[in-house]
């Protein structure tokens, strides 16, 4: 398919504006173009074409099972859309005076309130845009709380499992401290012995997701907690697989004194495309005053923004945090009002389901009834039949499924990451396991058919690594390379998405 820079046909226009006789506003040259943009310029009817040829070239969750393990990419309810788009929220601007926008700030005063109950820990600000914001928010305020308690020239290092997610070193180390990495014990749990050994008076904190990647609960983390917080050192929870245990077990009961929402995906929120996400953080009394301004308070029946923190690490984000993505979580939470924990208990029961019918066919690196996700392996099918956990993603998208996440986490060899969420329903998930199984008997009996895959899907098998190093992005006019002779030809370039 043609790019729309290619279309282009000098002099065409979608639309024609009525000219107006108006006064050309004053510049200073050195703010002057040089040249006008290099805009397409195409017809309305061939706009309209090329767009929605290109939407329907995409898979997103609209159009198919989406099990990316560690993104829940769970539906997005259409009743947050109409909400969102009510004219008092729609158009409010982010400079609007706060009596002028007092629905507003309720409705985030409210989404801070149902957040410090999800966490268990009663302070909480809105302001970060997605997790890994959350992550280096969060890790700012140990600084500050470490540095106003003389601490924060001792305390350097965070203890971070095998298992993390990348984005959890990244924080760490751009929070300016150092990645204390700890082992993975047989059982999936982090390895308490390891752990011991490596936390004393330098350790600032753990950083963990609990459920893990792994799709597992830590089975030791109140013993994880006492050992922390016995050395002064503060427990961080990445929340981004919260979707196991809501309104079941809370984050600050486990000992956390720091939590981050990823409110994209346990609250749904279109984000398959890298955007928009929600962060917020929830914290302990003590970390309170260090939190970014402003925070929203409530003074009887008004609302409004307080900048009074004199402790407070500064701002994280522009305005007050996100809003469509407030709005959208909080419509989501409401929806399934006081009976939040059966979101969670139907994500962890769907999980379970799929496991229970996968795990003899593939690796099962570790036994356990499973939370929200889990991982298997494609160790054996690699070994016996040379298919790998990329093939078998990449043949999943024959059968109309979006791959899971795979090689990740780390710890696990040819792993392939599945979460189902709580929208699927029970046909949906058999067609999966279906398609899962006949994979694997393929592997046996046509294991080509599992090398070329896809075969249907609008772009075929990619150059992984042509992908990842040269990935064409941006069209350069003249200087645009002609990658289409090459093999894994230049259009057809993708880079492989994490979790
Ligand atoms: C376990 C885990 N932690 C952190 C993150 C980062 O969250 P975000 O993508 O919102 O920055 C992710 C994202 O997938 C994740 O899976």
Excluded at 37 to 49: A, F, G, K, Q
Excluded at 136 to 144: D, K
Excluded at 218 to 230: C, M
Aim: aromatic fraction near 8%; proline fraction near 8%; charged fraction near 25%.
């Amino acid at each position: 398919m043609k790019l729309i820079y290619e279309k282009s046909q000098e002099g065409r226009r979608a639309s024609s504006l009525p000219a107006r006789e108006l006064a050309v506003p004053e510049l200073p040259d050195e703010l002057r173009r040089e040249r006008p943009p290099r805009l397409p310029e195409i017809s309305e009817p061939e706009l309209v074409r090329h767009f929605t040829r290109l939407s329907t070239r995409t898979f997103g969750i609209d159009t198919g099972f989406y099990p990316l393990g560690s993104c829940t990419m769970k539906h997005n309810p259409r009743v947050n859309e109409r909400v969102v788009n009510l004219p008092g929220f729609r158009d409010l601007h982010p400079l609007q005076e706060e009596d002028g926008a007092q629905g507003a700030l309720e409705l985030m005063w409210r989404l801070q309130e149902i957040l410090a109950e999800v966490a268990g820990l009663p302070a909480v600000s809105l302001q970060p845009a997605a997790g890994s914001q959350g992550e280096l928010t969060g890790l700012m305020l140990m600084r500050a709380y470490y540095a106003d308690r003389g601490e924060g020239e001792t305390r350097r290092k965070i203890v971070i499992p095998d298992t993390a997610h990348g984005t959890n070193p990244a924080s760490v180390t751009m929070a300016g401290y150092e990645v204390t990495p700890v082992q993975t014990d047989p059982r999936g749990n982090i390895d308490v012995d390891d752990l011991r050994a490596k936390v004393d008076a330098e350790t600032a904190g753990l950083m963990l997701t609990n459920p893990s990647t792994l799709g597992l609960f830590d089975e030791n983390i109140e013993e994880i907690a006492a050992i922390f917080h016995g050395a002064g050192a503060l427990m961080y929870y990445d929340g981004a697989n919260l979707n196991a245990v809501c309104g079941i077990s809370r984050p600050g009961d486990m000992g956390f004194d720091i939590v981050h929402f990823n409110l994209h995906k346990t609250f749904s929120q279109p984000h398959g495309g890298g955007g928009p996400g929600g962060g917020p953080i929830a914290v302990r009394d003590r970390l309170e005053p260090f939190l970014p301004v402003p925070a929203i308070v409530r003074d009887g029946d008004e609302f409004r923004f307080d900048y009074d923190r004199p402790k407070t690490i500064g701002k994280v984000r522009g305005f007050s945090g996100p809003f469509g993505v407030f709005v959208r979580s909080y419509a989501y939470i409401r929806a399934y009002g006081p009976g939040l924990r059966e979101m969670s208990e139907v994500a962890v029961l769907n999980a379970n389901y799929l496991l229970a019918q996968l795990k003899e066919a593939y690796d099962l690196p570790f036994d356990r009834l499973c939370m929200h996700e889990f991982v298997l392996s494609a160790r054996t099918l690699k070994r016996r039949h040379g298919i790998t956990a990329l093939d078998v993603a990449k043949r999943l998208m024959d059968y109309d499924f979006h791959p899971p996440t795979v090689y990740f986490p780390l710890n696990v060899p040819e792993a392939l990451m599945i979460e189902p969420t709580e929208t699927e329903a029970k046909e949906t998930l058999d067609e999966f396991v279906a398609a899962m199984l006949e994979i694997v008997r393929d592997a046996s009996e046509r294991p080509e058919v599992l090398k070329e895959a896809p075969h249907d899907r609008p772009v075929g098998r990619v150059d992984e690594v042509k992908a990842a190093k040269r990935a064409v992005v941006r069209y350069l006019f003249e200087d645009h390379p002609d990658l289409s002779h090459e093999p894994g030809s230049g259009r057809q370039l993708e880079a492989q998405k994490g979790a």
